[in-house]
């Protein structure tokens, strides 16, 4: 295994790294500022078209998708290291390169498994940022950390499909630039293999009988910058037949399949969170001074800044480890350590930001630094795409398979 940075990898992250101190971290607050002054919470802030317009310009667009026709053509392996430095600033960063959920998930659905009209109408204006996007998977009334448990209907009439549930937490729902939900319900909610009883069907969001409910909160932050986290009802939605992705009952294998890059891409970003909680630790202990001595000097805080990198260095290798696996043998083969990076990361990244949380004391809760909605988004991500308990459970039982 060789981790080594190539020469692409290189000039993308001098570049990344640039467009990062030059003008993501600089409109952080003249987002907010805009934000507050926007007639609707889920108006886009001016300065976001900017910061797209400039990562374009620079080519640093769409770097996640490795299709050439579509995306930069990376790998894996290539692409972490970048999407670690958008993490440092998740709110603009990936949204800026055309990189982040839930539509990342959506292009590689429609590049893999969609037809050429849906990758013409959706996925097209998706990769120029014309649009936004939502993935409808996970229901209220059902344990959804089991997806063959969800219960929304997908019927087929005559050349139509009827759609008929409802959803939470629907990712990029609120947006207004959403235009398309990928929505995963049951076809065949009887057959004898639980999983090839769901599909995934596309459904235009502005269908009659689509009613985008409530906003949910995550921790008291609604994420307006991603669209938010919607409650949708689907009451007899009605869309053509040839809206189905891909064939009827594959829906649970198009989940796997979108999931597994999605897994990563978070880690990836979540090391880049960590790092930036680091950076912020050392510039606070290095600053302030407490009972007649800097904050640096104290034992106690040099233990928690040493623990903490220590920790994102280890996690840096399990998460490059796993992308040159998924690069060389295929996600299947990186099973093992997809899991296992899903279930150390956001743990021991939300560990680390919460250090740094109590190093800034009141500062820390605060919306005066970025800690208190860094600690929402990675403690989340310890329920989004699978529960840290369904992942250890799956991947013990593939441990103890060879003792069986």
Not at 4 to 17: H, I, Q, V
Not at 141 to 164: K, M
Not at 369 to 397: I, K, M, Y
Request: a negative charge; one cysteine or more.
């Amino acid at each position: 295994m060789d981790f080594a940075f190539d020469a692409r990898t290189e000039e993308l992250r001098a570049r990344l790294l640039a467009f990062m101190d030059e003008h993501v971290y600089p409109a952080e607050a003249v987002a907010e500022e805009q934000r507050a002054a926007l007639a609707s919470p889920w108006e886009v802030p001016p300065v976001v078209e900017e910061l797209k317009t400039e990562a374009r310009r620079r080519g640093l667009w769409n770097l996640f998708l490795p299709d050439e026709r579509y995306g930069a053509g990376l790998t894996n392996l290539q692409y972490a290291p970048l999407a670690e430095i958008t993490g440092r600033s998740p709110q603009l960063a990936p949204t800026a390169l055309n990189c982040a959920a839930p539509d990342t998930g959506n292009m590689e659905v429609l590049a893999q498994f969609g037809t050429e009209e849906q990758r013409k109408r959706w996925l097209e204006p998706l990769l120029a940022a014309e649009i936004r996007s939502a993935f409808a998977m996970t229901e209220p009334d059902v344990a959804s950390s089991d997806a063959t448990n969800i219960e929304t209907r997908i019927e087929r009439d005559g050349d139509a499909y009827v759609i008929t549930g409802r959803k939470w937490y629907i990712s990029g729902a609120l947006h207004p630039d959403c235009r398309v939900f990928i929505v995963m319900g049951k076809t065949d909610p009887e057959g004898a293999d639980i999983r090839r009883q769901q599909s995934m069907v596309l459904v235009p969001r502005d269908t009659p009988g689509v009613e985008v409910r409530r906003a949910m909160r995550v921790y008291g932050y609604e994420d307006h910058y991603h669209g938010g986290h919607a409650e949708v009802v689907f009451d007899g939605v009605r869309v053509p037949a040839d809206h189905l992705v891909g064939e009827e009952g594959g829906g649970f294998a198009i989940a796997q399949a979108r999931l597994g890059p999605g897994r990563i891409h978070h880690c990836m970003r979540l090391i880049g969170m960590a790092e930036r909680a680091i950076e912020l630790m050392c510039r606070r202990a290095a600053s302030r001074t407490a009972f007649g001595k800097p904050l640096a000097t104290q034992g106690v805080v040099q233990e928690w800044i040493a623990d903490s990198r220590v920790a994102v260095e280890q996690l840096r290798l399990l998460v490059l480890k796993t992308a040159w696996l998924m690069d060389t043998v295929g996600n299947r083969g990186a099973h093992t350590e997809i899991q296992a990076i899903k279930i150390a990361t956001p743990r021991t990244v939300t560990e680390i930001i919460d250090k740094a949380v109590q190093l800034h004391g009141a500062g820390g809760v605060s919306q005066d630094f970025p800690l208190a909605e860094l600690w929402a988004a990675a403690r989340t991500l310890r329920l989004a795409d699978g529960p840290d308990e369904v992942h250890r459970r799956s991947l013990a039982r593939r441990e103890l398979k060879r003792y069986a």
